[in-house]
């Protein structure tokens, strides 16, 4: 309301001084007008009187011509006409200073001042009348100027009360238009924006205006829509923070009685060698202790990554080393990774985290294969733009694993990077590996791609930059 009331004054302000302006000049305007006609007709009226009674002095005589000038104002009812005497030899300036110009030529003059009789504005119009033998007289015509200020009173408190209509109206109707298009839209904007202050972001907001208002509203719609989803996200975040710090403790907790428990193992292997019966028994303890360690080992990368060291690698080298680290498990499990080409393709990474990350993604792939399949690996050197890159296009080194198993639906691969998310059989997985491969990938500056087809396999291609950022 008050942003309506003013552009109400604003507006009506400015119409005001406008609408005023006009009024004066055109009240000014009709004054003059009137004042030129009562000169036009009294010096009408003035030539007409002064020229009968000009020739009736030549004809007959003074008198008879005085008698004329009586006979004409007897006979004109809203002005006084009368003769005025002057010197009968011409010469310097005559007495009477209202008549001072008629001593200059036979114009009629005109000028204004008070009635000494009547005491109110006049406005006195003289004419030279020529006697016989240079004899001069003159025919006054006193108008008196109070109809003239009437009128000018009048048209003053016209305008005045025209103009006062025109802005009241106009006043009347902008703020009925600043009420509906501006202070009903506002309100409602206004109380949007206490509802999103309040965390209420499931309100909506619907304004029928296809104006700026209308626009600010979809935008504001727009927004609850994101900080609903940011806020998922922050509570989502919330929890895995929770989560990494719980497993940070557990993992603290946990390792001291894991390595009493993986070199009393050891020390049972060695004291009973196969084939004795406790040397089997101490073998699966060690390693499924060792198991329970790796499983620390990734709560604790993903509890707290460890700072990046990078230096220039050459990745065809540390693919085939995970390649060669892994190629026992592989047999085991029947399938074969197969190491395409070196392309010379070289990268500013963390070579241990990055084969870490390498290592998760082929092991993954290895268990989604069936025995007998093949796990292709390609180092390569592409131009791409990342997915929240502000750069533009780059140079990316890129490490595709591809597997050709039973893939994942949408769904699944919208999820396979959040932590504890796993596809696997239970003890199979702990759904921390593609989550600490991400997040190291993002240190790296870089992005993982997924592509995956239900029925014929997926592929995991690790995106990195050739170059340090600067």
């Known amino acids: 309301m008050r942003l309506s009331l003013k552009l109400t004054l604003a507006l009506t302000g400015a119409i005001l001084v406008v609408v005023g302006a006009n009024s004066i000049i055109r009240v000014r305007r009709e004054i003059n007008l009137f004042e030129q006609d009562m000169r036009d007709d009294s010096r009408l009226m003035g030539r007409a009187v002064a020229g009968a009674a000009q020739r009736i002095w030549h004809r007959v005589g003074e008198a008879e011509a ?30 009477n200073p209202k008549i001072l110009e008629l001593s200059i030529g036979a114009e009629p003059v005109s000028l204004v001042g008070v009635d000494p009789e009547t005491g109110e504005d006049t406005l006195f119009t003289y004419t030279l009348v020529a006697g016989p033998d240079g004899q001069r007289a003159g025919v006054e015509l006193r108008e008196s100027l109070a109809a003239e200020h009437q009128y000018v009173r009048t048209s003053i408190l016209q305008a005045t009360l025209g103009t006062l209509a025109l802005v009241t109206a106009v006043s009347l109707i902008t703020l009925w238009l600043g009420v509906v298009l501006v202070g009903r839209p506002v309100r409602e904007l206004v109380a949007q924006a206490r509802r999103i202050g309040k965390g209420e972001l499931g309100a909506r907001l619907a304004l029928r205006t296809h104006d700026e208002m209308g626009e600010l509203a979809t935008e504001m719609n727009a927004m609850s829509e994101r900080l609903e989803s940011s806020r998922d996200q922050l509570r989502h975040a919330d929890r895995l923070a929770t989560v990494g710090k719980l497993s940070a403790g557990i993992a603290h907790e946990v390792g001291t009685p894991l390595n009493v428990i993986t070199g009393y193992a050891q020390l049972i292997e060695d004291e009973c060698p196969a084939p004795h019966p406790a040397n089997e028994g101490a073998a699966t303890i060690r390693m499924q202790a060792l198991r329970v360690a790796a499983i620390i080992r990734q709560l604790l990368d993903f509890a707290r990554p460890r700072p990046l060291v990078k230096q220039s690698t050459s990745l065809q080298g540390l693919v085939e080393q995970a390649a060669h680290l892994l190629e026992t498990l592989t047999r085991k499990r029947g399938v074969e990774v197969q190491v395409g080409e070196d392309r010379g393709v070289t990268a500013n990474v963390d070579p241990a985290q990055l084969q870490q990350v390498v290592t998760n993604l082929v092991v993954n792939a290895m268990h989604a294969s069936k025995p007998g399949s093949v796990v292709n690996l390609v180092v390569e050197q592409r131009r791409a733009t990342g997915p929240m890159d502000d750069v533009g296009e780059r140079e990316y080194a890129c490490i595709e694993i591809r597997d050709h198993g039973s893939g994942m639906p949408p769904e699944v691969v919208e999820r396979i990077f959040e932590p504890f998310f796993t596809t696997k059989d239970v003890g199979e997985g702990t759904g921390l590996g593609l989550s ?20 014929e396999g997926s592929c995991f291609t690790v995106y990195v930059p050739v170059e340090a950022p600067r």
């Open 66 to 95: 005085r008698d004329v000038v009586v006979d004409a104002n007897e006979r004109e009812g809203h002005m006084h006409i009368g003769w005025v005497t002057l010197d009968s030899h011409p010469g310097p300036a005559p007495a």
């Open 436 to 455: 600490v491969a991400y997040g190291i990938i993002r240190e790296h500056g870089g992005w993982i791609a997924v592509d995956s087809t239900v029925g």
